[in-house]
């Protein structure tokens, strides 16, 4: 699409839409001398600017002069979308009364949803899904609205989307879940949520890392609390670490210490290069951590030891 060289009209009308100044934009349009859709060089029109800035009369104007309610910048956005994104839901309203669609999509796959999510406007994200808007629509990465509500914390985006029918576990193309996500953003109140709705708790990023180990790698322990609830695997994982390799490994004492008193931490497992969590946190100069682990290595050994063997007496196994 070619683009006429802005003129003086234009750049009032550009203008009083950005301030939301309504009478200067109705001399202007009153003028004759501009085009209600008039574009700058990113293709923004004045209807995208007032409803970018939530100036509900100026949009009220524009759409009444002919303006376009699906007019697209280059980058594919509309009004709709800068309306979701402020959280101007009387904005949102008028555009769809007046036929904007609600699932348009910018280049990158974003929707109105996507930023009313991303922003934590609840009230939009009601208004957009009682119009139909689509939870299961994805960003060129895979993301989803409710990968964008976990990543950003937003509980009760979330709690809606969910109710909505949106896939707790739906994964990103690295497959990363929100639970994977929220858990290395350190959200434990989304943590718990999505646990409660039944995400899977051993959920692998193509890394082979699960929540478990980003939230020990962060030293995420109220991340680490909820998660334990769920008996996520503890062992060695598809990385060739464990949690508690993670978490020795960046000092996070409190989280060894958590991951020690389910009772089902191995300390003496190594990880792919051999390693215990202790020499790991040694290695780090973390020498709180390694001397705790060290004197919990040695309370797994002297446990080990003083197990009964069993002993083969004529044929039969007795416990000794």
């Known amino acids: 699409m070619s683009l006429k060289k802005e003129t003086l009209s234009d750049i009032q009308l550009h203008l009083a839409a950005l301030r939301g100044d309504v009478a200067l934009l109705k001399k202007v349009l009153e003028s004759g001398k501009v085009h209600v859709d ?54 949102a309203r ?9 699932d348009t999509c910018s280049l990158d796959g974003g929707t109105a949803l996507f930023v009313a999510c991303q922003g934590g406007h609840v009230n939009m994200v009601k208004e957009l899904l009682s119009c139909g808007a689509s939870v299961r629509t994805t960003m060129k990465d895979g993301a989803s609205p409710q990968f964008i509500a976990a990543q950003n914390g ?72 909820e998660l334990l609830k769920y008996k996520p695997k503890l062992g060695v994982l598809p990385n060739g670490e464990t949690p508690l390799h993670a978490a020795a490994l960046f000092g996070h004492l409190a989280v060894v210490k958590q991951l020690i008193a389910t009772g089902s931490c191995n300390v003496l497992q190594r990880n792919q290069d ?33 197990i009964p063997r069993r002993q083969q007496t004529n044929g039969a196994l007795a416990i000794k």
């Open 38 to 91: 008039s574009r700058d060089e990113d293709f923004t029109t004045p209807l995208i600017l007032a409803a970018a800035g939530g100036h509900r009369e100026c949009v009220l104007e524009l759409l009444e002069q002919g303006a376009d309610p699906n007019a697209r910048r280059i980058t594919g956005t509309t009004p709709l979308f800068f309306a979701a994104q402020g959280g101007f839901v009387d904005v």
């Open 94 to 102: 008028i555009l769809l009364k007046a036929g904007a669609q609600v």
């Open 154 to 225: 937003h509980k009760s985006v979330l709690v809606l989307l969910l109710a909505a029918g949106a896939d707790p576990d739906q994964k990103r193309h690295d497959l990363a879940t929100p639970l994977w996500i929220a858990a290395q953003m350190g959200h434990d109140h989304i943590v718990k949520t999505l646990l409660q709705h039944g995400a899977f708790v051993d959920s692998v990023r193509v890394d082979g890392a699960t929540p478990l180990f980003k939230a020990s790698h962060k030293g995420h322990a109220h991340v680490v609390h």
């Open 274 to 306: 051999n390693l215990t969590a202790a020499q790991i946190a040694r290695q780090a100069n973390h020498m709180d951590v390694y001397h705790y682990l060290m004197e919990k290595e040695s309370n797994q050994r002297s446990h080990s030891s003083s």
